[in-house]
């Protein structure tokens, strides 16, 4: 088991067994960016193991799935109405006179499970399901209102996302692959 984060070969050796075929982005962050997401405290992301892996102090645990966690600032278009804006802010939808665009949230930016395990028991709810209890234990210590993903445009993550009580707030460019922005109420 890893004891620390210094030891990279380990943790190297750790992400690396991770894998996403349908996203390759998704395994890249993983392997070659969370780590300095953490140590930058820009994101915060958490493995899922197989408990009696862990319990029975297995020296290469498999990594069932991942999510990854982190602030941002949603910044609306103009075409949000200002009873959009007032129930994002939870206040108002102006500031001294000014209508507000831009609004805190938790980003769950990362989620996913590992293809290469046969029989993955993670699923795409599970995830959610333990993103949704972490961001509600920093709502209840420091407030927030809203959470919110950025995917791809596909009807099948679209789907997804709604069926977990999504909503479609924008769609912003992302190079050359349309993102989606989607929020839930906290």
Not at 112 to 117: G, L
């Amino acid at each position: 088991m890893i004891d620390s984060l210094e030891d990279n070969n380990a943790l190297s050796q750790l992400l690396s067994s991770f894998s996403c075929s349908p996203d390759p982005d998704i395994e890249h962050f993983l392997r070659h960016r969370a780590v300095e997401f953490e140590s930058l405290s820009k994101a915060r992301t958490y493995l899922i193991f197989d408990e009696d892996d862990l319990k029975n102090g297995t020296s290469n645990p498999l990594i069932y799935g991942y999510v990854s966690l982190a602030l941002k600032i949603l910044s609306v278009p103009d075409t949000v109405s200002i009873r959009m804006r007032k129930e994002l802010d939870g206040f108002n939808a102006k500031i001294h006179g000014q209508v507000i665009n831009d609004f805190p949230c938790y980003l769950i930016g990362q989620l996913s499970k590992n293809t290469d395990v046969k029989n993955n028991p993670i699923s795409g709810s599970t995830l959610l399901g333990i993103a949704f209890d972490i961001i509600a234990s920093a709502s209840e210590a420091v407030g927030g209102r809203y959470m919110m993903i950025e995917c791809h445009n596909e009807e099948k993550l679209l789907k997804f996302y709604k069926d977990h009580s999504f909503k479609e707030i924008d769609r912003i460019p992302d190079n050359d692959i349309p993102m989606v922005q989607m929020i839930r109420k906290i």
